[in-house]
C-alpha cells in the first residue's frame, strides 16, 4: 500500500513492539518459521505520512549512530588478544611478529606439523604457570532429552544459536517455550556450564550458562573441572586463536566442529584467582 512510506514500515517492524508481535505470530522452537499468511496478519498504525517520515528519519539517526558505535566496539574488540596476553604475563618474541613457521625437522618429528603448533610451543616457554589441554580442564555434556515426548505441557529454557549474540557473548530475545515445541532430542546444560557454537564457529558465539536449560544441538556443552573458571574458559573460547583453530577442525555441508577435534588445544592456566580478575576486567 503506497500510503505506507517503506521507511515507516521498516522501523515498526524492527521497533520493540513490532518485534513482538513477529514473535508471537511465529511458530516452533527448534526453527522458528514465520509463514506468509502470518506475516499477512501483522498490524500496521496507519498514521500520517509526515509522522511517517519523522519515525523514518528518528530510524535512520539511530543507525548512524549505532554503526558509529560498532566501530568503537570492533576497536575495543579487536584488543581482547593484547589484553589476555598481557594480563597472563605473556610477552611475545619479536620473532613470532614475523608469523614464520619455521623450525628445525628434528623439532617437530613425531608431532604436529602446523602453525598453530609451533606457535604454541613458543608461547609456552614464555609462560609462568601450567598450560593444559582443554579436554584436562573440562569435559563435554552429552546428557540429552525430548520435551516433545516428556514434557510436553511444560515451560522449557531452551537457548537456540539465535539467542547468543557473536562476540560478546550476551543471551538475547530469549524466553521459555512450551516442550511440545521441541521435536528434537536436545543437550542438557546447568548454571555455569560453557556453551559453545559448534555449526560455524567463526560466528563466535559462547555463553556461560546463568540456569538450568535445554539447548540446540548446534552448541557444545562444557562442564569444567575443578580449577577452572567458567568465565575465564568463556573469554578463552571467545578469543580470535580458538575461533581460528576451531574454524580449522570443520568438516561437512554445513560445517561443524566436535569436541575430539579441540581437545588437544592448549590453554594457558592462571591460578583460580587470577582466572575471575581477567575474565572480570574483559
Keep these: 500500500d503506497r500510503k505506507y512510506l517503506p521507511g515507516y514500515l521498516l522501523a515498526y517492524l524492527q521497533s520493540s513492539f513490532g518485534q ?33 517520515l519523522r519515525i523514518a528519519a528518528l530510524l535512520r539517526d539511530a543507525f548512524a549512530d549505532r554503526e558509529r558505535k560498532l566501530l568503537e566496539t570492533r576497536d575495543l574488540y579487536e584488543r581482547l588478544n593484547s589484553q589476555i596476553l598481557e594480563l597472563l604475563g605473556i610477552v611475545l618474541p619479536a620473532a613470532e611478529s614475523s608469523r614464520s613457521p619455521l623450525v628445525g625437522i628434528g623439532d617437530i ?19 609462568d604457570g601450567s598450560e593444559r589441554n582443554l ?27 539465535s ?25 542438557t546444560f546447568k548454571s555455569g556450564d560453557v556453551l ?10 559462547v555463553w556461560v550458562a546463568e540456569f538450568d536449560g535445554l539447548c540446540s544441538a548446534e552448541f557444545l556443552v562444557f562442564q569444567k573441572r575443578e580449577g577452572l573458571n567458567s568465565a575465564f574458559l568463556a573469554t578463552r573460547l571467545n578469543a580470535d586463536d580458538f ?16 569436541f575430539e577435534k579441540l581437545s588437544d588445544f592448549p590453554l594457558l592456566l592462571p591460578p583460580s584467582a587470577e582466572q575471575g580478575r581477567i575474565a572480570a576486567k574483559l
Excluded: H
Excluded at 505470530?25 to 511517517?52: F, Y
Excluded at 618429528?109 to 609462560?127: E, I, K, Q
Excluded at 555434556?141 to 544459536?161: C, F, H, Q, W
Excluded at 560455524?200 to 558465539?205: D, G, Q, T
Design 20 to 52: 513482538a508481535y513477529i514473535r508471537w505470530l511465529t511458530g516452533g522452537a527448534a526453527q522458528a518459521k514465520l509463514s506468509l499468511e502470518r506475516i499477512e496478519r501483522i498490524e500496521v498504525p496507519d498514521l500520517p505520512e509526515n509522522i511517517q
Design 109 to 127: 618429528t613425531g608431532r604436529r606439523f602446523d602453525f598453530g603448533a609451533v606457535v604454541y610451543r613458543s608461547r609456552r616457554s614464555l609462560f
Design 135 to 161: 579436554s584436562e580442564l573440562c569435559v563435554p555434556v552429552n546428557d540429552r532429552t525430548t520435551p516433545a515426548e516428556e514434557s510436553p505441557n511444560e515451560d522449557v529454557n531452551y537457548v537456540s544459536l
Design 163 to 187: 539467542n547468543i549474540a557473536s562476540n560478546t557473548g550476551e543471551l538475547v530475545d530469549f524466553v521459555p517455550v512450551k516442550g511440545s515445541e521441541i521435536l528434537s532430542s536436545s543437550p
Design 196 to 205: 559453545f557454537g559448534r555449526m560455524r564457529p567463526y560466528l563466535n558465539k
Design 243 to 258: 575461533v581460528a583453530f576451531a574454524n580449522r577442525q570443520v568438516s561437512g555441508e554445513r560445517p561443524r566442529v566436535d
